[in-house]
Nanobody
């Protein structure tokens, strides 16, 4: 069974950092690529970033460059590192499995449970 589990969210002050984890089971990196999305209250779910089959193949969909991706093949975990967080970054962050990287949430084949990130001013 394919499972994705996001974790690592929390409450942080503006300017702070967080690292979110997406633990994956039941797939190989050739089956799905892993994307991160977020949904703020009252807004559409938007693409944040995606890592392709090769870990060097990363995509970032937001205009600012405050987020980076990394991956541990040993633990089958994809990390989203958030820095210089702003109150507008407050959202539920989700990881999802896709056939190919896309910023469109409708392209996600398998969703993980989200993790809440709250940034206070």
């Amino acid at each position: 069974e394919v499972q994705l589990q996001a974790s690592g969210g929390g409450l942080v002050q503006a300017g702070g950092s967080l690292s979110l984890s997406c633990a994956v089971s039941g797939i190989t990196w050739d089956d799905y690529v892993i994307g991160w999305f977020r949904q703020a209250p009252g807004k559409e779910r938007e693409g944040v970033s995606c890592m392709g089959v090769d870990s060097w193949n990363t995509h970032y969909y937001l205009p600012e460059s405050r987020f980076t991706l990394s991956r541990s093949d040993a633990t089958k975990t994809v990390y989203l590192h958030l820095k210089n967080l702003e109150p507008d970054d407050t959202a539920v962050y989700y990881c999802g499995g896709l056939i190919r990287c896309s910023s469109n949430s409708h392209d996600v084949r398998k969703w993980g449970r989200g993790t809440q990130v709250t940034v206070s001013s």
